[in-house]
């Protein structure tokens, strides 16, 4: 099937007289006719529903269907886009281990990665998002257990080198793991390109309505945990489930097996099946957002490149951007709705920019249907100095600027009147 098509049907497919929508099943816990049927499943001897922190079917058939639109083997949601991340993480590395990251992604994982996963005894190497595989390669120690990428980092818009940082993770007996959320799965295919493992902010696009928080994470089921004795988590017996070894028992689902019963029995991170089901209305309508959120922020960076009143715009959908070509091979159908531009007159001019804006709100939000914009030298940024936000890419007269789905002339009139005020 077309991804359209799985957007819209998915893998739920319902037997006779049953919902023509996935239902939500609202309840914790499930029954079963003898105690030793529970035990089973307590043991993971047999498959089945018996407590919504395990598994709920509302939240596994919006799984399976974002591994069918990647292309993966298995999937699972988790509470956020934070979760996902350290999930995606935390199942392969513990304390003593190394993980080297690109440093182009969100500020969120960032913090997780370099703040809180250090204190867990994980240490992080950062590199640039287009390293070569030399300066990869460097940045490679023995205990090393992943490469960690965002496809377009949110907010500074890099797009990552896929296949340099594939090639490379793959040449050490590791696995590339790539958060995929400002492309999604309908823009970018990053398993055709080598990725291992991709986790999504399902609060983002996939959602798209700004309405819940969620996260994803999916397996291409391509990585061999066997091939060397670095992952003793998947190869070797749990202790805390009578000795499975997961990529004994459960071959290609190993990976997500182990995170959903180990990390999220553990710890919890589970999505409840209303914000399933409100995600699984917002996949219904991705591949035709997506398009529209990618011609309009294609309209906006046009529009803004031509102004006499902007400094600088970053879109790589633009033929003048200087990723335009990474872009169109990792991209070819549009990168994502997020454009960012600097105004002339730095911060004083961007602020008085952004309060003149009426149809785009001010918000701490990206990537859903109504346009919004943040200002992060005076939001998000604001404790740094300009020499600190220089360092991570933000200056201070940046605007991420996050096209909806609205008209594109709506857009620009909104702009262009706030342009006229400065
Ligand atoms: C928002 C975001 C996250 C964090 O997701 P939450 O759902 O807010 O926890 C992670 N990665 C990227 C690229 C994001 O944009």
Known sequence: MKLDTICVQGTYKPKNGEPRVIPIVQSTTFKYDSSAEMGDLFDLKKSGYFYSRLQNPTCDNVASKIAALEGGVAGMLTSSGQAANFYAVFNIAQAGDHIVSSSAIYGGTFNLFNVTMRKLGIDFTFVSPTAT?????????????????????????????????AKVAHKNGIPLIVDNTFATPINCRVFDFGVDIVTHSTTKYMEGHASTIGGAIVDSGNFDWTQNDKYPGLTTPDDSYHGVVYTDTFGKGAYITKATVQLMRDLGSVQSPNEAFLLNVGLESLHLRIQRHCENAKKVAEYLENHPKIEWVKCSMLPSDSQYALAQKYMPNGTCGVVSFGVKGGRNAATTFMDSLELAAVVTHVADARTCCLHPASTTHRQLTDEQLAECGVTPDLVRFSC????????????????NKI
């Open 133 to 165: 595989e030399e300066e990869l390669q460097a940045a490679i120690k023995p205990n090393t257990k992943a490469i960690f990428g965002e496809t377009i980092s949110n907010p500074s818009l890099d797009i990552l080198d896929i296949e340099t940082f």
């Open 404 to 419: 909806g789905i609205e008209a594109a002339e709506d857009i620009i009139a909104d702009i262009e009147q706030a342009l």
